[in-house]
């Protein structure tokens, strides 16, 4: 009941700065919690930041802290991740994600927690 396109990755160098856009369909934007998850060739697919529905509460995962921002915009149905001073090791598929949330309490860092998922989009940093 939720489609989730992301957009905005590409290939940057290290040091710099790109945002992510995850646009959401429908009208019940506001009543999912969101997240991003990011996955690199070999590796398992892991946590990078979440936001509840109403935004009043974020977690991010401890190698991104300080560097990365989640945001949304329940108004334009779109949830960003805003991605400053990248480095190499931040290469991946950066993957949408979204789960409902009525209390808007919780953040969790499982991908068994989000019930959809956008198709990723690829960002790649050079040194």
């Known amino acids: 009941q939720v489609q989730l396109v992301e957009s905005g990755g590409g290939l940057v160098q290290a040091g710099g700065s790109l945002r992510l856009s995850c646009a959401a369909s429908g009208r019940t934007f506001s009543n999912w919690g969101m997240g991003w998850f990011r996955q690199a060739p070999g590796k398992e697919r892991t946590f990078v930041a979440g936001i509840t529905w109403n935004g009043g509460r974020t977690r991010y995962a401890d190698s991104v802290k300080g560097r990365f921002t989640i945001s949304r915009d329940n108004a334009k149905n779109t949830a960003y991740l805003q991605m400053n001073s990248l480095k190499p090791e931040d290469t991946a598929v950066y993957v949408c994600?979204?789960?409902?949330?009525?209390?808007?309490?919780?953040?969790?860092?499982?991908?068994?927690?989000?019930?959809?998922w956008g198709q990723g989009t690829q960002v790649t940093v050079s040194s």
């Open positions: 994600a979204a789960r409902p949330a009525l209390y808007g309490t919780v953040v969790p860092t499982t991908t068994g927690s989000y019930d959809y």
